[in-house]
């Protein structure tokens, strides 16, 4: 990480409004003190911008009109090309001297909406495309990120930094990127707002990929109505990729309305299918549909679903052809001579690197990846028709034969111990792979904590209908009430309301 003593240098312990030139300025050094008090435990922040505070003091300046997100701090994933001279390296040491000197678009639009680029957040090394015997937060770059709630708890990934930062509160929102999960379950681990949007609402250029067909940045943020905000600044068409066509005509003002928003009479569509794998998570879901009720919306069981793995077999194949020929034609455009240039190389050199690189696991799915044909393979073809028709038929499906605007579920487990023996171990469920593989949008919105660790309600529905997720879960947050901030304890197991009760009960 870009050290704080150099970002902070000659600053004063006075109040940051009479060390700051403008607003801008002193949101970005308020950020880089939270920076530095709060992370240290955590690990959220792979790297600082150099150049943050100089850039809030040139929009301090300005005396054009003041875009709506004016001086607002938000940190990136680490998968998400940006000018300046920080690398974007995916968590991997193979890219740690990939300096790109591009904005994203997506980086763009936040730019001139006002918004100033703190630095880059951790994530799953690869976005978590590298080994099926992972830890989801952990990069060879910068290590492990912690959960907030509970640091020996995982923060889930692979935009574990992006979730981890915002729940620590030392900003309102980041950017995440999701291709099956990466937004919405480090969100709902965290306890914090993710929304993935609508495959092509939000440009993919200038960011490392996995799959043409599935990837989407998105915002992660404190609350519903800073998502919206964030989202109305980074939508919009992207001439050099396609599937942003209809970005222009599909995007809106996602936080207009929100706070008169209401869930009455609202039909919602309980997917029972994808409960039962989680009694906590069961039990604070029931509560969660109980609120929904109170407030008037009229609930739908939805208890047979699509073959899920049938879906998640097919999408497999479909993100192994696609990460081959999209870190391919991503590596080829990177200006660094000596850097890799092929998902081969990158293999190479995780080899060459083994002590680091390959030290906790190994590299099985890059080595699947590479083994690949291309995108006119008949089995990748045949595959993504699968995946997609299963998936797609299944949303539209429940929507339209329930009459309903939306989809609910438990969006993921509570967060689990960092295990760097066994990797990953969490039960999953939820149906939040249906929308990434569909391409539909999925909002989660915390809905309730299970001893301590926070817990996420996802809404699904069909394509561009953010703005409607959008009213739904602002109506939902309203009504749930607050939650307890992250406390950044030691492990659940010694927090006030459990500890006691795992002693002996004295005589």
Not at 300 to 325: C, M, N, T, W, Y
Not at 384 to 396: D, G
């Amino acid at each position: 990480m870009v050290a704080l003593s150099m970002l902070l240098a000659g600053v004063t312990h006075a109040p940051i409004e009479a060390r700051a030139s403008g607003p801008a300025e002193a949101h970005i050094l308020a950020a880089l003190e939270r920076a530095q008090r709060l992370d240290a435990d955590v690990n959220a922040i792979l790297a600082l911008n150099p150049e943050a505070v100089v850039q809030a003091r040139a929009l301090d300046r300005q005396r054009k009109a003041r875009g709506p997100l004016f001086g607002m701090p938000i940190l990136i994933k680490d998968n998400i090309d940006m000018a300046g001279p920080l690398p974007t390296t995916a968590g991997s040491r193979a890219l740690a001297a990939n300096v790109t000197g591009r904005d994203a678009p997506v980086v763009a639009r936040l730019r001139a909406s006002g918004a100033v680029i703190l630095g880059k957040t951790n994530l799953s090394e690869w976005a978590n495309f590298r080994s099926s015997d992972s830890i989801s937060g952990w990069s060879g770059i910068a290590g492990v990120t912690r959960n907030p709630h509970a640091l020996d708890r995982n923060a889930c990934g692979s935009s574990s930094g992006s979730g981890a930062a915002v729940a620590a509160g030392i900003v309102d929102a980041a950017i995440g990127t999701e291709t099956n999960g990466s937004v919405t379950c480090p969100a709902s681990v965290n306890g914090i707002v993710g929304l993935k949007p609508t495959v092509g609402l939000v440009s993919r250029t200038h960011i490392v990929p996995i799959s043409e067909s599935q990837d989407t940045a998105g915002p992660m943020a404190k609350d519903v109505a800073t998502a919206a905000r964030v989202l109305t600044a980074m939508a919009g068409r992207d001439p050099a990729d396609a599937a942003t066509a209809d970005a222009d005509q599909r995007r809106t003002d996602y936080a207009a309305g929100l706070e008169t928003s209401s869930l009455k009479g609202v039909r919602i569509g309980v997917l029972r299918f994808a409960t039962g794998w989680s009694t906590p998570v069961d039990t604070a879901f029931e509560a969660a549909l109980e609120t929904l009720r109170k407030e008037g919306a009229i609930l739908i069981d939805i208890r047979q679903g699509p073959d899920r793995r049938k879906i998640g077999d097919s999408e497999f194949k479909v993100l192994l052809s696609e990460f081959k020929a999209g870190l391919n034609a991503y590596l080829a455009s990177t200006p660094a001579a000596d850097g890799p240039r092929t998902l081969a190389d990158v293999i190479a050199f995780n080899k060459a690197d083994s002590a680091r690189s390959l030290g906790l696991f190994g590299q099985d799915i890059l080595e699947k990846a590479e083994a690949t044909k291309g995108l006119d393979d008949p089995a990748y073809i045949e595959a993504r028709a699968t995946s997609l028709t299963l998936a797609s038929e299944a949303i539209a499906g429940m929507l339209a034969s329930n009459d309903v605007a939306a989809l609910v579920a438990p969006t993921a487990p509570a967060a689990w111990k960092i295990d760097a023996v066994n990797g990953d171990q969490a039960p999953f469920g939820g149906a939040g792979g249906l929308a990434a593989v569909a391409g539909t949008p999925h909002l989660t919105v915390p809905m309730g904590m299970a001893s301590g660790l926070p817990l996420g309600l996802s809404l699904l529905g069909p394509k561009w209908s953010e703005a409607k997720l959008l009213q739904l879960g602002a109506a939902f947050e309203r009504a749930r009430g607050p939650l307890p901030k992250a406390e950044f304890l030691p492990n659940v197991e010694g927090a006030p309301l459990v500890a006691p009760l795992l002693r002996p009960l004295k005589p």
